[in-house]
């Protein structure tokens, strides 16, 4: 019989008073690592479970392989029962607007004369600074943090097409749990973390930020931008379809021009290098794509992976369902619904000794482990 490796955080219980994506995607990441993750939900439930448009995914994304316990936690009966999880927890996780948690005493500050164990993650807009008190959004940030300018062409900022900041938010926070785990097995002691989306988005632009110091000129956005290279670009190929196609190399140009069947462009002395062409990319580029618009982009795109060349098809989200690569590697797994459907998720974008960290667990209903959590907190006591 194999025998399965125990999950690296098994053992570790956390509680989790999260919404929306920032929160849950921390918990998440520590639940798929092998954690106990009990997410504290008001009555009725996170409200993120019922959200429409872009947010219907939200839940299901980011809260599996958690337990649900339905908690109101403005009651004598609730807070009692919220201070009994944290006292046997090894972390606590929130995201909720400033102040609150400090409101019901279940901040860092009171928890820790407490529980000095506890190791507590904060998730906020902004760390601390004149900004804290200010109400964040992935979306604002965006735009305060220098993405949105980087992004959209010049006049008009462009938020990314997923939310970014809160995924990453959450990532650091797990980051910074992983590290308080190992120092507090030296000093015995908790600590808090705090993650915010802004800092995270300036992080996102510090590359250009630094552009700047070395430069002295100010980064144009994206769409705007001058390459590094001479063919780095999307372009429109036979029947409409897009292809993403780049040669950063002067061997990538020689292999392009063989595989375009152009033998007069691979000879012109003019394009020789990367610097020439770069120089003289806009004439170049107009060159390519009326070349590129008679190729079909499937004939096209198994000549470029033959020669090496980077590539890529324009894909949409639904595309990516039926991915042939996340499929057979299974980055794309079925979970059980609470509903009592199946869904496909994406795992966590990494292999540990060579296993995916999968899905454990059918997401939980609303309130679904409250009476066992409970029970096993009155045992104990």
């Not at 780095?232 to 002067?250: M, P, R, W």
């Not at 292999?255 to 990367?274: F, H, K, M, V, Y």
Request: aromatic share 6%; hydrophobic share 45%; glycine share 10%.
């Amino acid at each position: 019989m194999t025998h399965t490796p125990p999950l690296p955080l098994a053992g570790i219980r956390v509680v989790e008073f999260t919404h929306m994506v920032m929160g849950p995607t921390c918990g998440m990441i520590l639940a798929d690592l092998g954690a106990e993750v009990i997410k504290i939900e008001p009555p009725g439930g996170d409200r993120t479970r019922k959200l429409p448009g872009l947010g219907i995914g939200f839940f299901r994304s980011f809260n599996r392989n958690k337990k649900s316990v339905v908690l109101d936690v403005d009651t004598p009966e609730g807070h009692a029962s919220a201070l009994a999880l944290i006292a046997g927890a090894d972390i606590m996780i929130e995201n909720f607007r400033p102040g609150r948690m400090a409101t019901l005493g279940l901040d860092h500050a009171s928890l820790a004369k407490q529980f000095p164990h506890l190791i507590y993650v904060s998730h906020k807009g902004f760390l601390p600074g004149p900004y804290e008190h200010r109400t964040a959004l992935d979306e604002v940030v965006q735009m305060m943090g220098g993405l949105a300018y980087m992004t959209g062409p010049e006049g008009r900022p462009l938020r990314a097409g997923t939310s970014v900041n809160d995924i990453m938010g959450g990532m650091f926070g797990a980051i910074g749990v992983l590290a308080a785990i190992i120092e507090r097995r030296a000093t015995g002691q908790g600590q808090e973390i705090q993650s915010a989306l802004f800092e995270n988005c300036v992080f996102l632009n510090a590359q250009h930020m630094q552009q700047y110091s070395m430069t002295g000129e100010p980064p144009p956005p994206m769409p705007s931008r001058v390459s590094a290279w001479s063919v780095y670009d999307v372009f429109t190929l036979a029947e409409g379809e897009q292809l993403f196609i780049a040669a950063v190399s002067d061997k990538h140009w020689l292999n392009l021009c063989g595989i375009l069947d152009q033998p007069a462009l691979a000879a012109d002395e003019s394009l020789r290098t990367n610097a020439q062409r770069v120089a003289l990319r806009p004439a170049l580029l107009r060159t390519l794509g009326d070349i590129l618009k008679h190729h079909r982009a499937d004939e096209l795109s198994a000549k470029l992976e033959a020669a090496g060349l980077p590539y890529a098809p324009i894909m949409r989200p639904e595309q990516l369902l039926d991915d042939t690569h996340l499929r057979a590697s299974g980055g794309i797994t079925p979970m059980q619904t609470e509903d009592g459907g199946s869904t496909d998720v994406v795992l966590l974008p990494l292999l540990m000794a060579g296993r995916r960290l999968g899905v454990r667990q059918p997401l939980a209903g609303i309130g679904e482990h409250t009476a066992e959590v409970l029970e096993a907190l009155a045992v104990q006591a």
